[in-house]
């Protein structure tokens, strides 16, 4: 493709909303010309000082860039017949990962993808494996996703607040009194109007765990035939094969640590470690200890890999284990390593 002219005010209009169709055009070129990084780089970096307060620039908080850009492309996306922005957005991604790669904050993948029968498009962001990605959507709300996990949601949320959930997630909602916040999985649905909650939906779990941090919950089951109304520290399970849940009070910071690094237990049981450390280093963990024990850890890690924290386990619980690697399948594709958790040997 032959280079095309940068207009730094050019861009600029079009991410202040004002575009034409010519000038949309301009934009898919500008971002899919390799010559033009650089010059890419410096404009976003530009516009990332304009847009925050003097009394903020030490904070290096990004949360306005990164908005601003996810909302722009949103917007245009709705507003605009839909077109196809996805090497847009991966230049954007890459520009803006150079700036936040100091902090530390790992941006999600945004996935656009064109519907012919609707006029608005959906959005999908998604984290992947090892990684949490901070996201912000157009009404205000904020909220992390955990590894290989996905939200999906219409638009710029003009008609409704409605996110499809695959994984886990954690949602700190704008208050819209006119207009609930709905998050749905296969099984279930919330509901609320401005709160913080964890879900953890994953397709390879038999259950679905809801935390509600702060504010009211209405938790319905697909089909609406069972509901609950939790408060604050509520935590349910919902078990997929039974279709019926139970519900505890519980220390929520145990279930939302996980957005700032932290893995912790406080007197869990065996199974539900196993069950977030599998979760945690996206690897298969199986439990081979007799049901009747009823043996409970209690622990903190911060970064730790997974050979120290089972190293930890095994010298703090009456437990051992073992790690089966991956072996070859008939496709050519291997399967996941799995740790083997037994009794200790007396």
Same mark, same amino acid.
């Given at each position: ?182 998050? !749905?999985? +296969? ?6 109007? %401005? ?5 953890? #939906? &994953?397709?390879?779990? /038999? ?108 010298? !703090?619980? +009456? ?6 690697? %991956? ?5 050519? #594709? &291997?399967?996941?390593? /799995? ?8």
């Amino acid at each position: 493709m032959d280079g095309v002219n940068f207009d730094g005010e050019r861009i600029e209009s079009y991410f202040k909303g004002e575009f034409s169709e010519e000038n949309a055009s301009y934009i898919e070129n500008v971002f899919c010309d390799d010559s033009k990084e650089a010059e890419l780089n410096r404009l976003l970096h530009k516009q990332f000082y304009e847009l925050l307060p003097e009394d903020e620039l030490n904070k290096k908080d990004l949360d306005n860039i990164l908005y601003r850009i996810h909302y722009e492309i949103n917007t245009s996306l709705s507003e605009q017949k839909i077109r196809s922005f996805d090497k847009i957005t991966k230049w954007v991604l890459r520009i803006v990962a150079v700036i936040i790669l100091p902090l530390t904050i790992i941006i999600g993948i945004h996935t656009y993808k064109e519907y012919h029968l609707q006029k608005e498009a959906w959005v999908e962001i998604k984290a992947p494996a090892w990684t949490r990605a901070q996201f912000y959507l157009p009404d205000g709300t904020t909220g992390w996703l955990n590894s290989k996990s996905s939200i999906k949601y219409k638009g710029n949320f003009k008609s409704d607040r409605k996110i499809t959930l695959k994984g886990e997630a954690f949602f700190d909602v704008f208050k819209d009194k006119k207009r609930p916040f709905i998050v !749905s999985t +296969p099984e279930i649905n919330v509901k609320v109007l %401005g709160t913080k909650f964890n879900i953890a #939906s &994953y397709e390879n779990e /038999k259950t679905v765990e809801v935390l509600l941090e702060e504010g009211k919950l209405l938790f319905n089951e697909v089909g609406m035939n069972k509901s609950f109304t939790m408060k604050p520290n509520d935590l349910i399970v919902y078990n997929k094969v039974q279709k019926d849940f139970s519900t505890e009070v519980v220390q929520s910071q145990k279930y939302v640590s996980w957005k700032e690094g932290k893995l912790v237990f406080r007197n869990d049981p065996l199974d539900v470690v196993a069950r977030r450390l599998g979760r945690w280093y996206n690897i298969d963990i199986e439990v081979n200890v007799n049901s009747g024990e009823d043996i409970r850890w209690r622990a903190t890690f911060l970064d730790e890999n997974l050979t120290d924290v089972l190293n930890l386990m095994k010298r !703090s619980l +009456p437990v051992d284990y073992r790690i089966q690697p %991956g072996y070859p399948q008939s496709d050519g #594709s &291997y399967t996941r390593s /799995k740790v083997i958790i037994t009794p200790k040997n007396k």
